[in-house]
């Protein structure tokens, strides 16, 4: 007999599992589908009047789909995280936002990888603005990120020395 007493929480973490499973397998699809492309005769060779080939033009396309993928997944994950994890709100926050900013990092520096063999050869003598451009957007996460990080340094230690040791705030009062 199935068992049709599903709560709201229940019902929205299994929406949220489902749409990072979509994207999580839309970025993986993307990337079998860039190698498939590889591989193909005369996606090497240059496009006429430029120093960049057919496989990198293409490679920047996917790497753009990819990286709006990680960012869509970027706060469903965060989502997730805070429905699965228990404990004080402040340090599932500070978790939730951890792993959400950490993806979007993740996401400018698939985009400074993926995007390099289409724009550093139209750059020639300027290559350096390229990897200038991508540190100035990974800066901001680096920092909010670290910032998140050591802000939740004791609340995380407080509650995993609470579980190890089966303590609790009110017992060390």
Do not use: C
Not at 1 to 10: C, E, I, V, W
Not at 97 to 122: C, K, N, T
Not at 135 to 149: E, F, H, Y
């Amino acid at each position: 007999m199935a068992d049709t007493n599903h709560t709201a929480p229940a019902s929205l973490e299994r929406e949220t599992v489902q749409s990072i499973t979509k994207l999580v397998l839309a970025a993986l699809s993307l990337l079998f589908v860039l190698y498939l492309v590889s591989v193909l005769p005369g996606v090497g060779r240059f496009v006429p009047g430029t120093s960049v080939t057919f496989a990198a033009v293409i490679g920047a396309v996917v790497t753009l789909a990819v990286v709006g993928l990680l960012l869509s997944l970027a706060p469903a994950l965060a989502e997730l995280v805070r429905s699965a994890f228990e404990g004080p709100d402040d340090v599932v926050d500070d978790v939730a936002s951890i792993v959400h900013l950490f993806v979007v990092l993740a996401a400018v520096l698939v985009a400074h990888r993926g995007l390099e063999p289409a724009f550093v050869g139209l750059l020639e003598g300027v290559t350096w603005v390229y990897d200038v451009v991508f540190l100035a957007l990974a800066l901001p996460p680096l920092a909010i990120l670290a910032a998140r990080l050591y802000v939740s340094l004791d609340p995380i230690s407080e509650l995993l020395a609470d579980r190890v040791t089966g303590s609790s705030a009110d017992e060390r009062d």
